[in-house]
């Protein structure tokens, strides 16, 4: 079985930063594409950045220059470093990734619980 599981986020105020990180565990075989979701109370869950096995990052027009998404394939944990927040960055951060499983030879699509973000002064 595996698991996404989110962490590291919290309070912060306009102009800091937080660091979240999205944890798989389980019977791991390969993670290929890892994407941040967030979704804001009455609006749809958009993409916040992306990364892909090799590296290659991706980023929505609202956070470029300010986050930035990193991976550690050994750990089978990726990064979302957010600097400079806004008040319009509050949201519920989610993380998803394509993995295969070790039982499997196709990859399924995993969503973590979610972590709040709330950038207040």
């Known amino acids: 079985q595996v698991q996404l599981v989110e962490s590291g986020g919290g309070l912060a105020q306009p102009g800091g930063s937080l660091r979240l990180s999205c944890a798989a565990s389980?019977?791991?075989?390969?993670?290929?594409?890892v994407g941040w979701y967030r979704q804001a109370p009455g609006k749809q869950r958009e993409l916040v950045a992306a990364i892909t096995s090799g590296g290659i990052t991706n980023y929505a027009d609202s956070v470029k220059g300010r986050f930035t998404i990193s991976r550690d394939n050994a750990k089978n944990t990726v990064y979302l470093q957010m600097n400079s927040l806004k008040p319009e960055d509050t949201a519920v951060y989610y993380c998803n990734a394509a993995i295969r499983s070790i039982a499997t030879i196709v990859f399924r699509g995993y969503w973590g619980q979610g972590t709040q973000v709330t950038v207040s002064s």
């Open positions: 389980g019977n791991i075989f390969s993670i290929n594409d």
